[in-house]
């Protein structure tokens, strides 16, 4: 009978996981900033941490300076390192254009994008605040491509800083906290910031 007990908690316990992983990584049920002010995060900012998507992607040295526009839409100038054709390093300036589909969630917008050289790419990307204080750290999070069960199958995500040198451990536990909450734990890697660009 002890035996029986054990096997039927065991498959609770089992069930119960399962379906907090299943509904925890859904792309549609993670929060971003709410009431996400433009004005407040514009400014420079400095890549501290990244999530690379699959394809060529900024490698360090990386910042963005977002700016309001006279309509009250947000762009952005952002420069990195990237590594061309396996051996060319080179700074890159990229621009962006931001629109918000939803004006009842302002921190989820779609970023249109183009590299300032013949060599980089332009596209599209959905741009999420998924959280900010404003004067300290932002972390961003896009997923180019779902999976049929609604979770990423290509996405990546930055920790930005006003501060090139880093962030308070307070803050640190905020991003961590956050990373986890995109189904990211884990996976970022340190944003060199030498100065390079």
Do not use: H
Not at 128 to 145: G, L
Not at 150 to 169: I, T
Request: net charge negative; proline share 5%.
């Amino acid at each position: 009978v002890t035996y029986y007990k054990i096997l039927v908690l065991l498959l609770v316990l089992v069930s119960y996981i399962e379906r907090g992983l299943s509904t925890s990584c859904i792309v549609d049920s993670f929060t971003v900033k709410e009431n996400f002010d433009p004005k407040r995060y514009a400014g420079k900012w400095y890549a501290l941490q990244k999530k690379d998507p699959e394809g060529l992607f900024l490698q360090d040295n990386i910042s963005a300076e977002y700016t309001i526009d006279d309509d009250g839409s947000m762009t952005a100038s952002s420069k990195g390192r990237v590594t061309l054709f396996g051996f060319w390093v080179v700074c890159a300036d990229m621009a962006a254009q931001y629109s918000v589909p939803d004006p009842a969630t302002p921190g989820k917008m779609f970023m249109n994008y183009q590299g300032l050289a013949s060599y980089l790419s332009s596209g599209g990307d959905n741009y999420w605040v998924i959280d900010t204080d404003y004067d300290n750290y932002a972390i961003t999070y896009a997923c180019r491509t779902l999976k049929d069960d609604g979770s990423c199958d290509d996405g990546y995500a930055l920790v930005f800083s006003r501060n090139p040198r880093g962030l308070p451990p307070a803050i640190q536990r905020v991003v961590r906290q956050k990373q986890d909450d995109i189904c990211m734990t884990g996976q970022f890697q340190p944003v060199l910031q030498s100065g390079a660009c």
